[in-house]
Every structure is written in C-alpha cells, then in structure tokens.
C-alpha cells in the first residue's frame, strides 16, 4: 500500500503565495512521475504540472511562470511552489504519483486534496 499525505493549503490574498507538499510512504519500489491537479468548484479536473523522474516539467498554460513544482526523491516527496496566486487559482489540489511497487507493476496514487483559497 502506498500512502500520500498533502499539506501547505490554506486561504492567501491575490498575489500571495502558498508553497504545497506532499509524501509519498509506503511499499515503494521507486517513483516514476509526480504531479499536481486541481479541481475548481463547477470545473474539471485539470492538470496543473507535472515532474518526470528525471526532473522534466510540464505545465499548465494557466500558470506558467507564476507556479514551480520540485521533488526530493530521497523524501518521495514532490512541492508545488505557487506564486502571484489568482481568485482563478481556487481549487481543491491533488496531488498524483506514479509509484513502482516491484518490477512490472506500477500504481497511480493520488493524494487526498488540499483546499486552496485565493480571495480577491
């Protein structure tokens, strides 16, 4: 079983900034791709950014240049440092790993949400 705990959500002014976390323990071979997703109330699940194993990021249109997202395989542990945070940024933020529980099988975890909140 793997287990992923996320924290640093919470409620920021417009132009704050909110630095997430989260963990990844458990029966873990190794881990492939980490990434954050987020949900807005009435909206899809979006993706928001993405790190390979190598450390290639990917990122949302939305929030490029404002949003970083970082891991340290030695913590299993991936970071969303989110900047020059916007209303439009509200959302609940999940994150997702990739893990390698042995060799052939992998299992797409997801964290249990963290609420973000941007007033105005």
């Known amino acids: 079983q793997v287990q992923l705990v996320e924290s640093g959500g919470g409620l920021v002014q417009a132009g704050g900034s909110l630095r997430l976390s989260c963990a990844a323990s458990?029966?873990?071979?190794?881990?492939?791709?980490m990434g954050w997703y987020r949900q807005a109330p009435g909206k899809q699940h979006e993706l928001v950014a993405t790190i390979t194993s190598g450390g290639s990021t990917n990122y949302a249109d939305s929030v490029k240049g404002r949003f970083t997202i970082s891991r340290d395989n030695a913590k299993n542990t991936v970071y969303l440092q989110m900047n020059s945070l916007k209303p439009e940024d509200t959302a609940v933020y999940y994150c997702?790993?990739?893990?390698?529980?042995?060799?052939?099988?992998?299992?797409?975890?997801w964290g249990q949400g963290t609420q973000v909140t941007v007033s105005s």
């Open positions: 458990g029966s873990i071979f190794s881990i492939n791709a």
């Open positions: 997702n790993v990739d893990v390698v529980l042995r060799i052939g099988v992998r299992h797409s975890t």
